[in-house]
Nanobody
Framework: QVQLVESGGGLAQVGGSLRLSCAAS????????MGWFRQAPGKEREFVAG?????????????KYADAVKGRFTISRDNAKNTAYLQMNSLKPEDTAVYYC????????????????????GGQGTQVTVSS
């Protein structure tokens, strides 16, 4: 069973930055497509960013972002550390939410799911609060 543990959340000022980490406890990390989702109070959980698995591709991995975070957030992965990251810059109050990471080993080359239920594994979440 794969466990995902998020860290790095906290309080940030508008315009500030945070970096979230997601560590996987088991499995061959390079085989996982990784995703980040978020859920604000009273709202549905939404896709934030994803990065494709890196064991099949002969080239760079591909990434995908929600329109609301394009140009501000960057997803990356370090297979040697079994960890995915979400660098969040230029934070806005509307970025306040619980952030969850997810992992899936069934996706195809360069495929990134954007629905939480499509992922095999999910973390418990980390709170991000952006204050003005």
């Amino acid at each position: 069973q794969v466990q995902l543990v998020e860290s790095g959340g906290g309080l940030a000022q508008v315009g500030g930055s945070l970096r979230l980490s997601c560590a996987a406890s088991a499995g061959t990390f390079s085989r996982f497509t990784m995703g980040w989702f978020r859920q604000a109070p009273g709202k549905e959980r939404e896709f934030v960013a994803g990065i494709s698995r890196s064991d099949l591709s002969l080239g760079p991995t591909t990434t995908k972002y929600a329109d609301a975070v394009k140009g501000r957030f960057t997803i990356s992965r370090d297979n040697a550390k079994n960890t995915a990251y979400l660098q969040m810059n230029s934070l806005k109050p509307e970025d306040t939410a619980v952030y969850y990471c997810s992992a899936d080993s069934s996706s195809g080359l360069l495929q990134i799911f954007q629905t939480w239920s499509d992922y095999e594994y999910g973390g418990q979440g980390t709170q991000v609060t952006v204050s003005s």
